[in-house]
């Protein structure tokens, strides 16, 4: 990989990674009791899912090998993570997936399912199922 791609991979980790800090810090002095923030940022090329349960996923979008939105999930057994009335966030473990990131707000209806670098799985959602779309066809439209 040449210097300047790698130098531009690591610019637009760190622009997402201060874009989902700086939402992050707003949501903890608003007092909000856990959320599930994601950020594509199309001119670099990646994105990044910050969940409930504190950990950070970046994915650059050339990475991704499927992704499709599906109304219905089996969320499965969690192995660490948060669980609340609202929202499941951490480390999860299904039959269809295996051992996958799940974040995701309980009571929106659809969900987002990536496949990425070599069989790691990502679900996640918005709070609300129109945002979650609009997510899905954002990464749709910004797939190299």
């Known amino acids: 990989m040449d210097k300047d791609k790698v130098k531009s991979l690591r610019r637009s980790s760190i622009i997402v990674l201060l874009i989902l800090l700086v939402i992050g810090t707003a949501q903890v002095l608003m007092n909000k009791s856990g959320s599930i923030t994601c950020q594509v940022d199309a001119n670099n090329s990646m994105l990044g899912v910050l969940g409930a349960y504190g950990d950070s996923i970046f994915i650059n979008l050339s990475d991704i090998e499927e992704v499709s939105l599906v109304e219905t999930l089996d969320?499965?057994?969690?192995?660490?993570g948060k669980e609340t009335s609202q929202l499941r966030s951490g480390t999860y473990k299904n039959s269809e997936f295996g051992e996958y990131s799940l974040h995701v707000y309980i009571k929106s209806a659809s969900y987002i399912v990536l496949?990425?670098?070599?069989?790691?799985?990502?679900?996640?959602?918005?709070?609300?199922?129109k945002t979650t779309e609009q997510v899905y066809e954002s990464i749709l439209e910004n797939m190299p």
């Not at 969320?75 to 660490?80: I, L």
């Not at 496949?115 to 199922?129: E, I, P, T, W």
């Open 115 to 129: 496949h990425y670098d070599g069989g790691k799985v990502l679900v996640f959602n918005q709070s609300r199922a």
């Open 75 to 80: 969320c499965g057994e969690m192995v660490e």
